[in-house]
């Protein structure tokens, strides 16, 4: 299902998807198709974000596109001298 036909069924609700097709663009990734599961209450948006499984995630239909935007830079770990206080 393509995200407007989701936007349309769950209007200003967040939803939790599975992505089935996708596209990147530089260091975004378009959703291109999705498999809506069911709306998340508000309250428990941020709940099942964190709780979501792999390939499934949880996005507010008020958003025209449904973009990831991706980040490519790993973490800099900066190690403290064990000397210092």
């Not at 939790?16 to 599961?37: C, F, M, R, T, W």
Request: overall charge negative; glycine content about 2%.
């Amino acid at each position: 299902m393509k995200w407007q036909e989701v936007r349309e069924l769950f209007p200003d609700q967040f939803v939790l998807v599975s992505i089935l097709n996708y596209h990147e663009e530089g260091n975004k990734k378009i959703v291109d198709e999705v498999a809506p599961i069911r709306s998340i209450p508000e309250e428990d948006a941020n709940k099942e974000f964190f709780q979501a499984k792999p390939g499934n995630l949880v996005y507010h239909t008020s958003n025209q596109d449904f973009v990831i935007h991706l980040r490519r830079d790993p973490l800099v770990r900066v190690r403290r001298n064990s000397n210092e206080n």
